[in-house]
């Protein structure tokens, strides 16, 4: 088992900047990939941005240039680091972790509000 648990979301205007934090506990020797998803009011969750634990970061299209993920495995953490927010940013962002056994994990989720 592994557990989640976000924190760092919140209100900001329209081209400000927040950094969420994700801290995992438990089964975390056997995490491989984490990342960052957003599900916004009647809308379907989409990949935000993910790392795995060696190889490429993928961002989507939409926040490139804008977001940077980043991960410390030595203290278990992930961070996303988001600049030049819009209002199109707003929606619970999910921290996300996936084990070497491919069983997926997701955090409570932390509100992000943008506002122009």
């Known amino acids: 088992q592994v557990r989640l648990v976000e924190s760092g979301g919140g209100s900001v205007q329209a081209g400000g900047s927040l950094r969420l934090s994700c801290a995992a506990s438990g089964s975390i020797s056997r995490i491989n990939d984490m990342g960052w998803y957003r599900q916004a009011p009647g809308m379907e969750r989409e990949l935000v941005a993910r790392?795995?634990?060696?190889?490429?970061?993928k961002y989507a299209d939409s926040v490139k240039g804008r977001f940077t993920i980043s991960r410390d495995n030595a203290k278990n953490t992930m961070g996303l680091q988001m600049n030049s927010l819009k209002s199109e940013d707003t929606a619970v962002y999910y921290c996300?972790?996936?084990?070497?056994?491919?069983?997926?994990?997701w955090g409570q989720g932390t509100q992000v509000t943008v506002s122009s």
């Open positions: 790392i795995p634990r060696d190889g490429m970061i």
């Open positions: 996300y972790a996936e084990t070497s056994a491919w069983a997926g994990y």
